[in-house]
């Protein structure tokens, strides 16, 4: 849900790991360990952004709204049953 408000209805947001872990207000692991579970879920993707100079500048979070959509119809589905 994060992501998806921050990103204001884009399929993507650049950001860095600095501010995600202080809005969330969680640890590197943590943020790893559930970032790399939406990835393999394939609700998310991630490319480095890189600056001018070739140091890595932050991040690019790609979000899949069809994959999220599929769950939300999912859930719908199953309350009807």
């Known amino acids: 849900m994060y992501l998806c408000s921050r990103s204001g209805g884009k399929s993507e947001i650049n950001t860095n790991r ?5 809005d969330l207000d969680m640890g590197s692991d943590m943020y790893k360990n559930h970032l790399d579970k939406l990835k393999n879920l394939g609700y998310v993707s991630t490319e480095r952004i890189r600056g001018a100079d070739g140091r890595i500048g932050g991040v690019k979070f790609i979000i899949n709204y069809n ?15």
């Open 18 to 22: 600095k501010k995600v872990l202080h």
């Open 67 to 81: 994959k999220l959509l599929s769950l939300k119809n999912e859930f719908a589905i199953g309350e009807l049953e």
